[in-house]
């Protein structure tokens, strides 16, 4: 199996670690370069004004047999020289057995160049870090920790099963390298600045935090700062002793608004020429004087949504897309968040939910997502929230004959931009994607119905019309513990006396479009794109369908399009809500006349 590991060698790089540098008894880990440049010289030393023993081509893929981070050993066309490693995308070949979180006891993990506890010590971070498999030996497994290979014990690692969550990563997800790591910013806003430090000795620390004022808070501080200073001084005492190691600790004390606070401190543990990092985040209700649990106190849903907003953020830093909310909901990571105010940010150590070789990531949930799941009054948060005006534009996009493995892409850009749309669902495919349909009502979407088996209803008999719409507003219902299904897209938009009958007795309104955008026919995003910002006016009801992977890249391009352009994106049904008579069961609407829309003003 091939791993790009590119970026991963640029940390090894700033780690100063070369993995090439390992034992050669075990399952052997081999590179390949792909040469990036126009044309690449193989020179017979590692230095450039070496003889040229030939010349390749970009694409022509090399063994790589050394890597000194600048120039590589390579065989290339039966030859053997020295290419420049920046020209050259780098991956590694090697067994994937899957993926371990690793028991989260607060301790430092210590990664072994060999199955052997008293073996060199070649990669460290917090215990809870999540790790790629590679081999199994003994009681140790061979795990990819970042740019690097070794060792742990068995007992430390909790093997993932298939979809189980670890912040966005499913098990047999790829571990690709990440676009850009975040770090937080010494944004110092309240407290008064303590310093803890000790400069003399093997081991030296120097801790800045805030004194707040609040019990609970500086309490919490005080004895984090302790615990940690148990744990290295410990672990430096028996894993690195005779050297150095230093422990620091910077910190970001926001005001987000006038009640709420948020505290998060950063810290850094050095020793033996590696470095673990750990964090502590505390928000902070100032008006109460009491400490709030993110877990606990600031969603709906118990944080389910926020799960799902924390899978696309780490979605945008993993080259894979995630199902980490369609898992087993893990919302651990939440004791890394702090309220900010922008959003709620997630700083994640090294390793930490995120497998190693993600490097330290914050990942920001925007308050534009997260701000109607929140119970949090607050100002900064208020005004995030979605109020609809109908006195601005609006319109409503509509999916049909989905869900597909199209219909994430359309998700994720509406969630971006916080924006609804309505999909009408196919009911025979509610079962297969079932976590796209939990996922697109979790994000406040409307699902409607498009009948059982897309069947033109016309030709049904009342009986059948009624079963067809029933079966899948049950499985709707179902799934999701509970939604119902308001509105019907009948397939052709065939509706007859029976198919309104029906459709009024069930509380149902009948979803025509005003622009068809022809996507099925034309299957070319620029076309739908053009379609659909030709169609864009007040009140309309868009028809297009997320089956095909052209019509995702028209709607990830369309959707901020519309919102830049001042639309407003709403489902079919908040779109009707504006009707001046109300959305009537057994009605066809293709859109809403601005002349019928009521405003705030009437
Ligand atoms: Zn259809």
Known sequence: MKRCVSLLLVLALVFGIVPWALAADEAEITYTGTITGGSLHLRKEPNASAKVLNTYKKGTKVEILENDGAWCKVKAGGKTGYMMAQYLDIEANYPHLGWAKTTDDGTVLNVRAQADGSSEIIFMCMSGAVFELVEEKGDWYRVRAGA??????????????????????????????????????????????????????????????????????????????????????????????????????????????????????????????????????????????????????????????????????????????????????????????????????????????????????????????????????????????????????????????????????????????????????????????????????????????????????????????????????????????GYEIKVLRPPYGSVNKNVRTVCAELDMVIAHWKIDTEDWSTRNSTKTYNAIMKGSKNGVIILCHDLYMTTAAAAEKAIPKLIEKGFQLVTVSELLSFHKDGAQPGTVYSYLDPENIVTAGE
């Open 148 to 481: 690097k290979f070794g060792y742990l014990p068995k007992a430390k690692c909790h093997v993932m099963e298939e979809g189980e969550f670890a912040l966005g990563l499913s098990a047999g997800g790829d571990g690709a390298p990440i676009t850009a790591a975040g770090m937080y910013s010494a944004v110092r806003e309240m407290g008064n600045p303590r310093k803890t430090s000790r400069d003399e000795g093997d081991f030296t620390y120097s801790i800045s935090y805030p004194a707040l004022g609040i019990a609970a808070a500086d309490e919490k501080i005080e004895a984090w700062i302790q615990e940690k200073l148990t744990v290295f001084e410990a672990d430096f005492r028996q894993n690195h002793a005779g050297g150095k190691a230093s422990f620091t600790v910077e910190y970001q004390a926001l005001n987000v608004d006038s009640r709420y606070q948020s505290v998060l401190l950063f810290g850094e543990y050095k020793a033996g020429g590696l470095k673990a990092e750990t964090a502590l985040a505390l928000n902070i209700d100032a008006g109460e004087g009491k400490l709030l649990s993110p877990e606990r106190d600031f969603f709906r849903d118990e944080a389910q949504w926020a799960l799902f907003c924390l899978d696309s953020a780490a979605g945008s830093v993993m080259s894979t897309p995630t199902d980490g909310y369609a898992g087993k909901p893990d919302t651990s990571w939440l004791k890394y968040a702090v309220l900010a105010r922008d959003g709620l940010q997630v700083f994640l150590p090294a390793g930490l939910y995120l497998p190693a070789a993600f490097g330290t990531q914050r990942l920001l949930l925007s308050y534009a997502q997260l701000a109607d799941r929140m119970t949090l009054s607050s100002p900064v948060i208020a005004a995030h929230l979605r109020v609809i005006d109908p006195a601005k534009p609006m319109i409503a996009l509509t999916f049909d004959d989905g869900p597909s493995e199209y219909t994430d892409r359309i998700l994720k850009v509406l969630a971006e931009y916080n924006a609804r749309a309505t999909f009408c669902v196919i009911g025979n495919k509610v079962e297969t994607y079932g976590d796209v349909i939990k996922r697109a009502v979790a994000q406040g979407n409307e699902i409607a119905c498009h009948t059982w088996n897309h069947t033109k209803l016309t030709t049904l008999s009342a009986a059948s019309i009624r079963s067809q719409i029933e079966r899948t507003n049950n499985a709707v219902r179902e799934l999701t513990g």
